[in-house]
């Protein structure tokens, strides 16, 4: 079964400096997709960053990148410039590629506390 | 649009009763979701369904049952309510995921569920 794990459960970062959070996950498969979703206190899951598995190309979304190590299984994301408005908690998940459900497995999430 | 949208909002249940949390979307989604969040953690699928009439499990199903009878509709069902289900609920939903270019899940903003 797929895995994905966060290793990080808190991390917090001053305002306007740089910030990775990890994710590892475990698949046999080739084709499969990978995100990071956040989920400021409102509870609202938001969208950040998708990556697809065939793409070699990492993912970039203004401030927001990802570092994509397929033989590593390791997906971390980028949030250069933090802002107050990037404290939230952050998910990473996968989706299967080949299934065609769009289900997604979830890591358990890190904290991230962005400091004045 | 208004998205994806659920009902109520909170709800306390006492040990034993049921209830249906309610999700609807207005985007013409053909892939619905549920997930359940327990404190600090990641997101866990209960059901999924790929179309009307189509309904299949997820990771943590016992407990729960679901009905897919219109496109726009997905409610979750529990019967015999337990301590346990005390969680946050999210419905999403999604285009068919033919490529992560559009395969996007769109969330609802969760019903927060204790059951006492």
């Known amino acids: 079964a797929q895995t994905v794990t966060q290793s990080q459960p808190e991390m917090s970062v001053q305002e306007a400096e740089t910030v990775t959070l990890s994710c590892t996950y475990d698949t046999s498969e080739n084709n499969y997709y990978l995100f990071w979703y956040k989920q400021p206190p409102s509870r609202q899951m938001i969208l950040v960053i998708r990556q697809e598995a065939y793409k070699q190309q990492n993912a970039t979304e203004n401030r927001f990148s990802v570092n994509f190590q397929k033989a590593a299984k390791s997906f971390s994301l980028k949030i250069s410039d933090s802002q107050l408005g990037d404290t939230a908690m952050y998910f990473c998940?996968?989706?299967?590629?080949?299934?065609?459900?769009?289900?997604?497995?979830f890591g358990q999430g890190t904290t991230l506390q962005v400091k004045p | 649009n208004a998205g994806v949208t659920q009902t109520p909002k909170f709800r306390i249940l006492k040990i034993g009763q049921s209830m249906t949390l309610q999700c609807t979307q207005d985007m013409n989604h053909n892939y619905m979701y549920w997930y359940r969040q327990d404190p600090g953690m990641g997101l866990k699928l209960i059901y999924y369904?790929?179309?009307?009439?189509?309904?299949d499990k997820g990771e943590v199903p016992n407990g729960y049952n679901v009905s897919r009878s219109t496109t726009e509709d997905f409610p979750l069902r529990l019967e015999l309510a337990a301590p346990s289900q005390t969680s946050v609920y999210f419905c999403?939903?999604?285009?068919?995921?033919?490529?992560?270019?559009?395969?996007?899940?769109?969330f609802g903003p969760g019903t927060r569920l204790t059951v006492l």
């Open positions: 999403a939903s999604s285009s068919p995921p033919v490529s992560a270019s559009t395969d996007t899940q769109y």
């Open positions: 998940a996968f989706s299967h590629g080949s299934s065609n459900t769009g289900k997604l497995i």
């Open positions: 369904s790929v179309g009307a009439g189509i309904t």
